[in-house]
């Protein structure tokens, strides 16, 4: 068939440059990575056969509940993402699409990105105990913890290293347990004097956290309209802002009473 309107013509001409170019992007990488829910992880339980939480020169509490630290899981620096992966990202609820610059703002490879996150791990675990041995009012020269959680990396889990350490040794400090036998999850860093902070992701984390049988999310406060978007039908999203606070809000919650939400 033969088109001898010009404009027509050019239409057909435009139509087919057009799709050439989306059917090569669909195919060229693209600078995003995409984020979908991460694993969790009791911290007052065991990981590959290990205490998440160790703790010698003091007595330590048989606890139930549980208290589940929650992670993300992001396509790496080196990885390619295509438009499908972007557009499909896009329109679903449990994934996020981010620029990979806002992911990984310092670059490097896929070894210095998993270095830096461990590195970030360890300066967590220990701001946590400082910050939970401080609450509990003992001295770090008699009381040593460690903390074991492999393949995880990042700052998030630090409230819940604190919360886990606080529950192992003094409970909700009158001989029962601080999680009151639930199974709560949060995020939040933690720095040694105790105050919380944002750590982002939180809409994914919290499908994680409902995926693994938690009923109470403890959030920053700050990010409190994050964790709202999605959130997962019968999670109790509970706003922190302090070690201190996150204490006292659990055990109120534990005796039926009522507690601030986002």
């Not at 992911?103 to 270095?115: F, T």
């Not at 770090?140 to 409230?159: F, I, M, N, R």
């Not at 400090?173 to 902070?197: E, F, H, M, N, Q």
Request: charged content about 20%.
């Amino acid at each position: 068939m033969l088109l001898r309107n010009p404009r027509s013509r050019v239409l057909a001409v435009c139509t087919v440059l057009v799709l050439a170019l989306l059917g090569t992007a669909a195919f060229v990488p693209l600078p995003f990575s995409v984020a979908q829910p991460g694993l969790t992880a009791n911290v007052l339980g065991a990981d590959k056969g290990q205490p998440v939480i160790s703790v010698t020169g003091a007595p330590v509490r048989k606890v139930s509940g549980q208290l589940r630290m929650v992670t993300i899981e992001a396509t790496g620096p080196s990885t390619d993402v295509d438009l499908g992966q972007v557009v499909h990202g896009w329109f679903r609820t449990d994934r996020a699409v981010m620029p990979r610059d806002a992911v990984y703002p310092g670059g490097g490879s896929d070894a210095q990105i998993e270095k830096h996150n461990l590195d970030e791990m360890k300066g967590s675990q220990d701001a946590a105990t400082e910050a939970a041995l401080s609450y509990l009012g003992d001295s770090s020269d008699k009381v040593k913890v460690t903390l074991h959680l492999a393949d995880v990396g990042g700052p998030s889990a630090g409230l819940l290293f604190s919360l886990g350490i606080i529950d192992k040794l003094d409970g909700d400090g009158a001989g029962a347990d601080l999680t009151g036998g639930r199974t709560i999850a949060g995020t939040g860093t933690i720095d040694a004097d105790g105050k919380v902070g944002a750590v982002g992701g939180v809409a994914l984390k919290t499908q994680s956290a409902a995926r693994d049988g938690a009923t109470v999310f403890l959030v920053p406060k700050a990010e409190c309209a994050d964790a709202r978007t999605g959130l997962p039908h019968g999670l109790r999203l509970i706003p922190v802002t302090t070690l201190k606070g996150t204490v006292s809000v659990l055990r109120t919650l534990k005796k039926g009473g009522s507690v601030p939400g986002c």
